[in-house]
């Protein structure tokens, strides 16, 4: 998350492939989650480190677009590292 805050600081792009049952909805889904929907990652990339060995104990936020609407994201560690499964990034080469 922190590269692709740097992609787009400097003019690139970041897409974020994440399941969004748990993601999007206020209630996640527990169980098998599997990527099935792209969004793009837009700024105010916040990141609350956590403690080593709890895993829920950080926390994240940022703002992303999705469904022709811009939404703002605000999760613990876990959940968040249940939801996203990879992160594509865009920049310009001089």
């Known amino acids: 998350m ?4 740097a992609a787009i600081d400097t ?17 996640p889904k527990t169980g ?3 990527p099935n929907h792209w969004v793009v ?4 990339i916040d990141i609350t480190k ?11 936020s940022f703002d992303i677009y ?6 703002h994201i605000d999760m613990a560690e876990g959940p ?3 939801s996203l499964w ?9």
Not at 2 to 5: G, K
Not at 50 to 60: A, Q
């Open 2 to 5: 922190r590269q692709a805050q």
């Open 11 to 27: 003019g690139g792009v970041a897409f974020a492939l994440i399941t969004a049952e748990g993601m999007l909805n206020d209630s």
């Open 32 to 34: 098998l989650a599997v």
């Open 41 to 44: 990652l837009l700024d105010n």
């Open 50 to 60: 956590g403690t080593f060995g709890r895993h829920d104990s950080g926390h994240i």
């Open 66 to 71: 999705t469904w022709a609407q811009k939404r």
């Open 80 to 82: 968040f590292e249940n």
């Open 86 to 94: 990879g992160i594509v990034m865009g920049q310009q080469l001089s």
